[in-house]
């Protein structure tokens, strides 16, 4: 017959963002826990609450299949003396395997003779194996753990009880001082304990209790509510879904209500108000039909209707303190002047095993400029842009940043406006801090494109020379983070630049201006392109692109993030061609005998006087019009152009002794090899390429 299993942990409330990760993981697990034991089963439900992670499995099979298994052992010439007796071998595994030497066979493997034995395994009762749930639930892994009482397990949070029941039988698991049973808790205030009389029947027992425990149908709940309360009274609510997911993972019995604030301050920034409700108080924002800003919001309680009013006076009253503090630093913060934030940024570190804030400003300064003269900024935002990177980190020190870490940008756009700024400025200095995630949005001006790239350069470069390098998982300055925003940035402007000189000159710039800091800097350029070309490599990977393709032109001789992505893209795009694989293999050829030689490598002067076969003469004047302009041409041109020597290569070999007993002959034609492969390793170590038929 098919069972269903119910399992449920019962804890102290969980942070709501560890809630959806748990269920997921506890769902995995328990799906890959049975596959292992040979359980199948229909389909797993999940339910999760803050107060519960809980599994309904739905058509488990009785019991494991029986397995007939044929299980080798030594080989028959160890296993029986020169006379036939059996040996200490044969008898040990035999015994082994539950077994005597009777049960002895012997089987031909790849010409030699093996004893074997048949076993016949039965498979355990579903009940049996359920019980090894035990481990499924203390397997799990949480962002925090702690521990309680006198126990050293750690766990999110202590477990209060366990339910477990196939059927309507409990299956015996222990963790602790807690013993499955088939009693589960209600609603904390409006609930209370239910006995299970099976499985089946946990959902409508809870819902009974004032628990919703099907996250998606809570979910959807709260949605209709928000919806009825901005319908009748012609609002409209954004239902930000990570809000939205927050929110559901704090309730188990979900009511919405609207409730008001003053309409004073609504002439704080929009940004300062949305902030206030939605990060801090997990309040979704109310605005017109035209989306204007209106001064109501809305939130959910975690409870019936009952009472209700004095919950949203105390919401009410609650944000208008936070307001209040939001509306005093608004003031005060705008009796400063810029220059006077700046003034203080002197004093504010950056990190103290590198500078101050304003001494990465005079950084930022230098290497914003090299950058927007490299990229071919207008001389109108070259102006933006030099004023931006001299105040750009002016917000820090507001006291609205200071109560709101999450403006730091916003509010700098918005003070810097009020400070008669440029919009340009303005939006720069906001701009500067994306993306703030992964996928987050990019800068969409030009200045605050570039103003973003530098600082972050500056950031990585400072960090590294500092000894501060990410490992592993540990990246506590989120380096890896502003090293993708650069990638991503340069790839959305289509700007080229070689990351190695531009390192090497900003660098060289900060020290005639005497703003470097007292690190060495120059010793981490290498270090900090490596770092760079891993995110490149995340990068392609993002868009499909081969492995060992992102790891060709990451390993090429060009630290051009456009021009590495161009490549890629290159060649994916060329990898199912006909001829891609016979291109490929005549270039690797040439690059793994240009390594051969042992000349100077600046020293690429080829004598034709010392040609001894035609091919030699048709290869140097192929080459000579291939690297004509190579370096300035696209990823595509200069694959095509490479592709066309295949022939001339090929003859070339064929024709050629490359490793000739005259050295003056050999380093000849390993001078004519290296230059094609400067002109490959420019596209990328295709060598790294696996290439197939």
């Given amino acids: 017959m098919a069972n ?5 942990i019962g ?12 269920i997921n993981q506890l769902k995995k697990r328990a799906s890959d826990f049975l596959s292992e034991q040979r359980i199948t089963f229909e389909n797993i439900k999940t339910f999760s609450t803050p107060r519960r992670l809980a599994l309904f499995i739905t058509g488990l099979a009785d019991k494991q299949p029986d397995i007939d298994k044929s299980v080798k052992g030594p080989a028959k010439k160890i296993a029986q003396d020169a006379d036939g007796n059996w040996t200490k071998a044969a008898i040990g595994f035999s015994k082994g395997q539950g077994a005597s030497t009777d049960d002895i066979t012997f089987k031909d493997v790849k010409g030699t003779q093996y004893v074997f034995v048949e076993k016949h395994i039965a498979g355990k009762p579903v009940d049996e194996i359920l019980a090894g749930m035990k481990g499924v639930i203390t397997a799990m892994t949480f962002p925090t753990m702690m521990k309680w009482g006198t126990y050293s397990f750690e766990y999110v949070r202590p477990i209060k009880w366990l339910v477990a029941l196939l059927n309507a039988k409990v299956i015996p698991i222990k963790i602790l001082n807690v013993t499955a049973d088939r009693i589960t808790s209600g609603h904390r205030f409006l609930g209370k304990d239910v006995e299970l009389a099976n499985a089946d029947e946990y959902e409508e027992k809870l819902t009974e209790q004032f628990v919703v425990a ?3 149908k809570r979910k ?3 949605s209709k509510q928000i919806h009825k309360i901005a319908q009748d009274n012609n609002w409209k609510i954004n239902l930000d879904p990570d809000l939205l997911e927050e929110v559901n993972n704090l309730v188990e019995w979900p009511t919405a209500f609207a409730g008001n604030f003053a309409d004073k301050y609504l002439t704080i920034p929009d940004e300062v108000l949305i902030t206030s409700m939605k990060d801090h108080q997990r309040f979704f924002y109310v605005t017109d039909q035209d989306g204007k800003l209106l001064p109501h919001f809305v939130s959910v309680r975690n409870g019936n209707d009952y009472d209700l009013q ?6 009410e009253k609650v944000l208008t303190a936070r ?7 608004y003031q005060e913060d705008q009796k400063k002047s810029i220059a006077d934030y700046v003034e203080r940024l002197k004093k504010v570190s950056f990190h103290d095993k590198i500078s101050t804030m304003y001494e990465k400003m005079q950084r930022v300064q230098v290497i914003s400029r090299y950058l927007g003269k490299l990229v071919g900024l207008s001389d109108d935002e070259l102006k933006d842009l030099s004023r931006a990177a001299e105040i750009y980190k002016f917000d820090l020190i507001t006291g609205m940043v200071g109560e709101f870490a999450e403006l730091q940008g916003i509010m700098g756009e918005k003070y810097a406006l009020l400070n008669g700024e440029s919009p340009a400025v303005a939006k720069a200095i906001s701009e500067h801090y994306m993306p703030i995630s992964a996928n987050g949005a990019l800068p969409k001006s030009n200045v605050g494109a570039v103003l973003a790239v530098a600082d972050k350069l500056d950031s990585i470069l400072t960090f590294f020379a500092a000894g501060m390098i990410p490992s592993g998982s540990n990246d506590p300055y989120a380096l890896r983070r502003q090293a993708s925003g650069i990638v991503r940035i340069a790839a959305d402007k289509k700007w080229n630049f070689d990351l190695i000189a531009t390192l090497k000159n900003v660098i060289d710039d900060e020290e005639k201006q005497a703003v470097a800091p007292k690190l060495d800097m120059k010793g981490q350029i290498n270090a900090v392109s490596d770092f760079m070309k891993d995110r490149i490599k995340q990068f392609l990977d993002d868009l499909g692109i081969r492995y060992d393709i992102a790891d060709a032109v990451t390993s090429g001789s060009q630290t051009n993030i456009v021009f590495n992505i161009a490549s890629g893209k290159m060649l994916q795009d060329h990898k199912d061609d006909n001829d891609f694989k016979a291109v490929i293999e005549s270039l690797t050829r040439v690059q793994r005998i240009a390594k051969k030689g042992s000349f100077a490598k600046d020293d690429l002067t080829v004598n034709p006087d010392l040609f001894e076969n035609e091919s030699e003469k048709v290869l140097f004047e192929a080459v000579k019009k291939a690297d004509d302009g190579f370096t300035g041409l696209g990823a595509e041109e200069d694959f095509q152009r490479l592709a066309q020597l295949k ?11 490359i490793m000739a007993k005259d050295d003056q002959l050999k380093n000849n034609r390993l001078r004519q090899l290296t230059l094609i492969a400067n002109m490959i390793m420019f596209v990328g170590d295709l060598d790294k390429l696996v290439v197939k038929g």
Avoid: C, R, W
């Fill in 11 to 22: 804890l102290e409330e969980i942070p709501a963002h560890v809630v959806t990760p748990s």
């Fill in 214 to 216: 099907d996250a998606k």
């Fill in 4 to 8: 269903n299993f119910l399992l449920e």
């Fill in 323 to 329: 307001l209040e503090d939001a509306m005093f630093f």
């Fill in 647 to 657: 022939d001339d290569i090929n003859t070339y070999f064929d024709a050629t002794m």
């Fill in 220 to 222: 959807e709940l709260i």
């Fill in 310 to 315: 004095n919950v949203i006076q105390g919401n």
